[in-house]
């Protein structure tokens, strides 16, 4: 092998190893680009837990004391006699936001449609009080998790007589 020869031979290998970097460089940055993205999703679920903890603890404080059903009664302004559906109201907020919280972790990919139906089922639909609260309600909500339970009520989901089929 003569000299031309070697040395078209290294820059051939010279190239398949620039190549080859590249490619390693493209793949890493193509890891790095998926981590980024499920280290942000985790942040932001563990934001909204975090949220959707303080505003239930807000609620469980009105459901399990008169005085601070009053309090936030007053800062509504409740009637007097309005004040103790605010127990009530704060329970279905309860359930409701429990829900919201699983149809935010299947939008994110966290769970499947059958966790998220499991997770809405306890949610009080089954009764009209539960359905007329959703009805006046669910503004407070986003415009995809009023859909989709608006959806699930339309097929029956919460149906009493079907409750225990699904």
Same mark, same amino acid.
């Given at each position: 092998?003569?000299?031309?020869?070697?040395?078209?031979?290294?820059? *051939?290998? *010279?190239?398949? &190893? +620039?190549?080859?970097? =590249?490619? %390693?460089?493209? +793949?890493?940055?193509?890891?790095?680009? @998926?981590? !980024? @993205? =499920?280290? !942000?999703? &985790?942040?932001?679920? &563990?934001?909204?837990?975090? =949220?959707?903890?303080? +505003?239930t603890n807000a609620n469980a404080q009105s459901i399990m004391s008169a005085e601070a059903a009053a309090i936030i009664a007053e800062m509504r302004g409740l009637s007097e006699s309005e004040r103790e559906s605010t127990r009530v109201n704060s329970a279905y907020f309860q359930q409701f936001r429990h829900g919201d919280m699983a149809f935010f972790m299947y939008e994110r990919g966290v769970i499947d449609e059958g966790r998220l139906q499991s997770s809405l089922r306890p949610i009080p639909?089954? /009764? @009209?009080? *539960? /359905?007329? %609260?959703?009805? /006046?309600n669910k503004r407070n909500f986003v415009k995809t998790y009023q859909d989709y339970v608006d959806a699930l009520l339309a097929e029956g989901f919460w149906d009493i007589s079907t409750l225990d089929e699904k």
């Amino acid at each position: 092998m003569d000299r031309q020869q070697r040395k078209d031979l290294l820059e *051939g290998v *010279g190239i398949v &190893a +620039i190549v080859g970097s =590249l490619v %390693f460089v493209g +793949i890493e940055t193509k890891n790095s680009s @998926e981590q !980024t @993205e =499920l280290n !942000t999703r &985790a942040v932001e679920i &563990a934001a909204y837990q975090q =949220l959707m903890s303080n +505003i239930t603890n807000a609620n469980a404080q009105s459901i399990m004391s008169a005085e601070a059903a009053a309090i936030i009664a007053e800062m509504r302004g409740l009637s007097e006699s309005e004040r103790e559906s605010t127990r009530v109201n704060s329970a279905y907020f309860q359930q409701f936001r429990h829900g919201d919280m699983a149809f935010f972790m299947y939008e994110r990919g966290v769970i499947d449609e059958g966790r998220l139906q499991s997770s809405l089922r306890p949610i009080p639909l089954y /009764r @009209e009080r *539960g /359905r007329d %609260f959703w009805q /006046r309600n669910k503004r407070n909500f986003v415009k995809t998790y009023q859909d989709y339970v608006d959806a699930l009520l339309a097929e029956g989901f919460w149906d009493i007589s079907t409750l225990d089929e699904k």
